[in-house]
């Protein structure tokens, strides 16, 4: 059976399931909030890109050095989202070929160290991530890890930061090969260079894991740790906005034994249509509408964050310099764990995770934290007043829990507010009507 010519495909007529499927999912993405730190919504750009015809192409090897024919096009795809994601991080060399944040950083791990050898990275329930060494994680199984965490909390939200100083014991105690920073629940700036001056005291690689504020730094709203740090893995679809998918950025020296680790050391064909995605991610970053919109971002978490503690939240950390606010529940409510506030604000189209905050005494399946994000929600435009309601939302469903209600009265609420803020406003060229998908992203 030949496949119709594209021009006239109704990508999914064949396939009513997968198509209605699809539908429900865009209509939950435009009537419910997306407020999980790790989301964002895609450009009309990139997911034409993803869903290529370079997804039929097998590509092994790098641009150049292909182990199949048939590669001349796959290579400028390639050549192209490298050249960019170098110049957009000032960076010296790229590998975009990683299908995942956690993917890459197996490969910096296997690049940089043997397995064996010590990692000094954050801890899991301060706001490290799996990689970083859990013991349910092939990272945790390879490598022996040391953790380092927040200072403890205080009244004035100076405490929870990360702990520079135990950073730096740990170090001279343990003599780790690498020193992890980065992670996936921390609501503050991480400053690389104390990181830095830490690891060549002790002669240790230094790696960013920059899968969170990967956009924020292209953007020059966050400080680079690219030539500080020897490696910065990140990913490609949180607050840079592009395609899901990793990549690796580090100094001309480590070029070669980077590629390797990802091919042939980690994995298979690269998916070109994935990195035809990420060029297209890497050139929308490198606008200034993306510095604009960055910096909404920022300004949008902080408004989020202060609605939060006017409603009687405690703020981790006191509060927040990136994309993410942590809540802390127990203050707000002492019977509310993080799992219960994921699934009634759920009820209430409130989309976000349940999230353990530093000292948790709750399993990280129950938690007494709650995590949010700005990075989504700042595309489909809205601005802090938006915010401001959104905290006040959330306290409203979180404070009459029990009250189907005033859920129900929430859902309205958060269903009028969407329908302002559409992400995909407008059907894309080709794409299902009916499930009115895949939809241009407005100005911003
Ligand atoms: C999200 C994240 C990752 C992993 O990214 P995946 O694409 O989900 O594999 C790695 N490190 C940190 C700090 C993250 O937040």
Not at 242 to 269: E, N, W
């Amino acid at each position: 059976m030949s496949n119709p010519p594209l021009a006239s495909i109704d990508p999914l007529a064949s396939d009513p399931e997968v198509s209605a499927l699809l539908a429900d999912e865009i209509e939950r993405q435009r009537t419910t909030l997306q407020l999980i730190a790790s989301e964002n919504f895609t450009s009309p750009a990139v997911l034409a890109a993803s869903a290529s015809v370079l997804t039929n192409k097998y590509s092994e090897g790098y641009p150049g050095r292909r182990y199949y024919g048939g590669n001349a096009v796959a290579d400028r795809v390639e050549d192209l989202a490298r050249e960019r994601a170098v110049r957009l991080f000032a960076a010296e060399h790229a590998n975009v070929q990683p299908h995942a944040g956690a993917s890459a950083n197996l490969a910096a791990y296997q690049a940089l160290i043997e397995p064996g050898d010590t990692i000094l990275a954050m801890r899991l329930d301060q706001g490290g991530h799996l990689t970083h060494g859990s013991p349910v994680s092939i990272t945790g199984k390879l490598y022996r890890f040391v953790s380092y965490g927040v200072t403890p909390a205080t009244e004035d939200g100076s405490g929870e930061r990360i702990d520079l100083d135990l950073v730096r014991d740990l170090a001279r105690r343990e003599r780790p090969a690498l020193i992890v920073a980065g992670t996936t629940a921390y609501t503050r700036l991480i400053d690389p260079q104390p990181f830095r001056e830490i690891a060549d005291e002790v002669g240790a690689y230094f790696m960013f894991d920059a899968a969170h504020p990967a956009g924020l730094i292209a953007a020059g709203v966050h400080p680079s740790p690219v030539g500080v740090a020897d490696v910065v893995t990140f990913t490609t679809h949180k607050t840079l906005r592009g395609p899901r998918g990793g990549a690796m950025l580090c100094r001309g020296d480590l070029a070669k034994q980077i590629d390797s680790a990802v091919f042939p050391g980690l994995q298979g064909g690269p998916l070109e249509h994935a990195i035809a995605a990420k060029a297209v991610a890497f050139a929308e970053a490198a606008r200034p509408e993306f510095r604009t919109y960055a910096g909404q971002v920022l300004r949008n978490a902080a408004a989020l964050a202060a609605a939060l503690a006017e409603a009687g939240f405690r703020l981790v950390a006191g509060g927040t310099e990136n994309h993410t606010v942590l809540i802390d529940l127990r203050s707000f409510d002492a019977e509310l764990t993080g799992k219960i506030a994921q699934e009634v604000l759920d009820r209430a189209g409130i989309t976000c995770n349940r999230n353990q905050i530093p000292d948790d005494p709750r399993s990280p399946f129950v938690t007494s934290g709650l995590r949010l994000g700005s990075a989504a929600e700042t595309t489909a435009g809205m601005g802090e007043a938006e915010m401001t309601i959104v905290g006040e939302l959330i306290a409203k469903v979180l404070r009459n829990r029990q009250d189907e209600r005033v859920i129900d009265e929430v859902r309205e609420d958060v269903r009028a507010l969407c329908a302002k803020f559409d992400p995909y406003p407008t059907p894309l060229p080709g794409a299902p009507r009916a499930a009115g998908a895949y939809a241009a992203v407005g100005a911003n």
